[in-house]
């Protein structure tokens, strides 16, 4: 109930004057106690040791997941005003923005955001409220619970709480996953990938949703489109440098054909110097690019680097096509870094 979620406690009830009894010949409600008590005494004597040992674990175990739970929230002062709770938890959102057309090409999953209607300027200041709120909620329950004592209530009142927090949230997200597919298909490149920058950008919007203070009048796509393009820039800009870093190597490794032991050893430098040059040529070359790199560098450890003409004879292919297909994913490589 929306009430049991106020923080603040509920004024004292007055009792009505009493009236004279009216005479009676029901059974006096006191009367009979004997039977209930003995009922009572039996029924709490079948719940075994074991059992009742077992469920406080349990209620233990519940009470220390929502100890570790973080609850962080953007305060407000209507928060703690009397009658917060109702006005809050039960204000309507405004009236849904139209949907617009899907852009063409998109995958049928990311088509789909576009069935869920933007949130218009009042109904984001609604769900912020209610967001941050339940956070103030559940944190100030979550002070007068004891992990190693808890009651059943307790643990129940919070999760409730949670629960809600989760399903606040989950709509925010829901209502701005098509802002993050916006960001991503202008920063899509050989070296950041669309579902990688979808990935990134979704848990950016995450972070901006917890971080956004509705109280001072900006419109949260505009706070959240300049938080998340911000740092998917910086996140493709460092790429970019790791591609040009792991370029340069294979240029110097190319040329410089090193004796078979150095070359082994120094392969495995490479791999722990530049963690990403496996899956940046699965991500820029085809199969056969991918094969003459790995034998031209050596990268399978068992063989070690190989000439263009082994290389050729192996794969049924001249020494000089060899060269060019090398010399292509090199380029390949190179235009992806920016170079």
Not at 16 to 42: D, F, I, L, V, W
Not at 51 to 69: K, P, Q, S
Not at 304 to 333: C, D, F, H, W, Y
Request: with cysteine.
């Amino acid at each position: 109930m929306i009430t049991e979620l106020e923080v603040k406690p509920a004024p004292v009830r007055r009792r009505s004057p009493q009236k004279s009894p009216r005479p009676s010949t029901e059974t006096p409600r006191n009367a009979g106690q004997t039977a209930p008590s003995s009922k009572r005494r039996k029924s709490s004597a079948s719940t075994t040791p074991a059992a009742a040992d077992n469920t406080n674990h349990e209620l233990v175990a519940r009470a220390r997941r929502i100890a570790e739970t973080e609850i962080a929230f953007i305060d407000n002062p209507c928060f703690a005003e009397p009658g917060a709770a109702r006005k809050i938890l039960t204000e309507e959102p405004g009236p849904t923005a139209a949907l617009p057309a899907v852009p063409a090409g998109l995958p049928p999953y990311f088509a789909a955001l576009y069935a869920t209607p933007l949130l218009d300027a009042e109904t984001e200041v609604v769900l912020f409220r209610r967001l941050n709120y339940l956070k103030y909620v559940a944190l100030s329950k979550r002070v007068r619970l004891s992990v190693e004592q808890p009651t059943r209530r307790q643990i129940e009142d919070i999760e409730a709480v949670l629960a809600r927090i989760h399903e606040v949230r989950n709509k925010l997200v829901q209502s701005n996953l098509r802002l993050v597919v916006s960001i991503a298909r202008r920063l899509v490149s050989d070296v950041y990938p669309f579902d990688d920058i979808v990935g990134d950008g979704n848990l950016l919007l995450l972070r901006a949703i917890e971080k956004f203070d509705f109280s001072r009048g900006f419109k949260f796509n505009t706070y959240a489109t300049h938080v998340i393009r911000r740092e998917l820039n910086r996140k493709a800009r460092v790429r970019r440098q790791q591609a040009k870093r792991v370029t340069a190597e294979l240029n110097d490794r190319l040329h410089n054909t090193p004796d078979r032991r150095s070359a082994h050893d120094q392969t495995g430098m490479i791999w722990e110097r530049w963690p990403r040059l496996l899956s940046l040529m699965k991500q820029i070359l085809d199969d056969r690019e991918q094969t003459i790199l790995a034998m031209r560098l050596g990268l399978d450890l068992d063989q070690g680097p190989q000439n263009r003409k082994s290389i050729g004879e192996r794969l049924g292919i001249s020494t000089e096509r060899v060269r060019q297909l090398e010399l292509r994913a090199i380029a390949r490589l190179k235009t992806a870094a920016g170079e």
